[in-house]
């Protein structure tokens, strides 16, 4: 037997669910059964009628789904896939923000860590965030931890007043400007999807912004025949499978979530088997995170 079949062989034995992201290694995403955004994943996981989940992204992903399913088991292949923007997120810098600004409302980015989960008002995805800020009536936010992410959230709600976290990721901030000036005079019919954890000299470059999912979509649905991806490259699996007559183009710096390709067939199937490593979280933290995924869950759908 093949590692795919015995995957697939211990997935029913043990009535296992498996969630991948869009970033992670083609080969996850073909094997898993459901793959999306993050935003899509929690709600996948939180559905889900399977006792055992087998989540394959970064920590804070599988963390989430079990701050909405403390019931279920939740494994994740490898215990080191943490996400570096999630870590800059300090509780010590966010009370300082708090107390200068006491009334502001705390909207965090779901790529965040347990402890400051625990003291937000809301957590929000880059597909939910639009619905949700429209659903807040405080005007001004404290957003967290991703400062590109906050500034497009500003741009696009210009009656509210954010205050932002000085967080990025490193694998998108990493793309400069120059470089996507010139793949688009290089490729002058191509449209630049770009995922809004990117810089604003890098947005504003853009023909799209959206979520992981969202770019996905657009291409998809798009008479244009050519884009310029501007996120982490495992999207391109879904874009070709998708669009198999279109043209991908990734940015030559290279858009690679080390975290996400921590994931493996083989560690996916040495999980299944010793059902390792399961996400086990600090019970009062969970409660109390929890508060800000179901706010998150129902102002997205109001
Ligand atoms: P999405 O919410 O678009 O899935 O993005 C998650 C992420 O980690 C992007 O870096
Ligand atoms: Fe974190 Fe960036 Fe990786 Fe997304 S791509 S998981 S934000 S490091």
Known sequence: MTLKEDILKLKVEKNALILSHL????????????????????????????????????????????????????????????????????????????????????????????????????????????????????????????RNLGEYLQEQNPNKKFILYNGFCPTHERIDKEEIVNLKNKYRDFKVLVHPECNKG??????????????????????????????????????KLKSPSKTFIKTTTGMICPNMKKITLENLYTCLLNEEYEIILHEGLRVKALKSLENMHRLSSK
């Open 23 to 146: 970033y992670e290694l083609d080969e996850i995403q073909e094997i898993a059964d459901i793959v999306g955004d993050s935003y899509f994943l929690s709600k996948k996981a939180l559905e889900s009628t399977n006792d055992l989940i087998v989540f394959c992204g970064v920590q804070f992903m599988a963390e989430s789904a079990k701050i909405l399913s403390p019931n279920k088991k939740i494994l994740i292949p490898s215990n080191e896939t943490t996400c570096p923007m999630a870590d800059m997120a300090s509780l010590e810098k966010l009370e300082i923000l708090k107390d200068k600004h006491p009334n502001a409302k705390i909207v965090t980015y779901i790529n965040s860590n347990l402890d400051i989960k625990a003291v937000s008002d809301v957590c929000v995805t880059s597909s939910s965030a639009k619905n949700i800020l429209a659903n807040i009536d405080e005007e001004e936010i404290i957003f967290l931890p991703d």
């Open 202 to 239: 890098v947005r504003d470059l853009a023909d799209f912004i959206g979520s992981t999912s969202e770019l996905i979509n657009y291409s998809a649905s798009s008479p244009f025949k050519g884009f310029i991806v501007v996120t982490e490259e495992g999207v391109l699996y879904k874009m």
